[in-house]
């Protein structure tokens, strides 16, 4: 019985440490002291840093996006965002679900953005992707992220766009705001979070430009153009 009791102890307590362990993954990243809201209106203090400028994998097309997609949706972001060290978190509200999927049964989804602000004052963007702007609503083509451990998101389980420079539209206007960032060394750079808060995509590429604005179309000609 003594023996039995010790293995159930021995247990519970693993069972406690990983759990210590998988709860700290993302708060071990996150800076406290910076609310992505506020710094978004400070963006004159960020300076951009692309951190890889290489032209995203996933360049099929609007079909190939659609298939790849575990969902589509049409969203707003809410007020509701979690910076982390490699990530923004954002909780938005599902305005509709163009490609429904089993994993979201809430009127909320989370994402995962691939880009975020950190303590040494840089904005960081993956692969050219730009935060989703407050008050605005985008269509995300997303898929489901394997494994997030955190408290925080409880009950939610989390995407991220399937492509970082094609997984996401502004759904307020048939329009493309962007321009290419002028192809120099971006860690040296002063170009400002302020300068391009409001770009669709980051890219030095035209051609990744052009592309992103052809798909754009589709994506409201068959999905918003209704």
């Not at 990983?18 to 203090?45: C, P, Y």
């Not at 509701?80 to 909320?108: E, L, V």
């Not at 605005?136 to 997303?142: C, G, I, Q, R």
């Not at 451990?149 to 048939?174: H, I, L, W």
Request: glycine share 4%.
């Amino acid at each position: 019985m003594k023996t039995r009791n010790v293995y159930l102890i021995i247990i519970c307590a693993a069972i406690f440490l990983f759990m210590f362990a998988a709860n700290k993954t993302l708060s071990q990243g996150r800076i406290d002291d910076t609310n992505v809201i506020s710094e978004m209106k400070r963006g004159d203090k960020y300076v951009l840093n692309i951190s890889s400028d290489e032209i995203d994998s996933l360049t099929g097309g609007f079909g190939k996006l659609y298939k790849e997609a575990d969902c589509v949706l049409v969203v707003t972001p809410t007020l509701h965002r979690i910076n982390s060290a490699n990530a923004i978190f954002t909780f938005a509200d599902i305005d509709k679900a163009i490609k429904d999927c089993k994993y979201i049964n809430k009127k909320q989804v989370l994402v995962c953005e691939p880009c975020n602000f950190n303590n040494r004052k840089s904005y960081i963007s993956t692969n050219g992707y730009n935060i989703m702007q407050q008050d605005k609503k985008y269509v995300l083509f997303l898929k489901k992220v394997k494994s997030v451990n955190s408290q925080d998101f409880r009950g939610y389980t989390v995407f991220t766009p399937v492509s970082p420079v094609f997984g996401k539209f502004c759904a307020e206007s048939e329009d493309v705001t962007a321009d290419t960032i002028k192809n120099v060394d971006l860690n040296n750079s002063k170009i400002m979070y302020s300068d391009i808060a409001d770009w669709d995509i980051l890219t030095s590429d035209m051609d990744v430009l052009e592309e992103y604005k052809d798909i754009k179309k589709l994506v409201y000609m068959n999905l918003l153009d209704t």
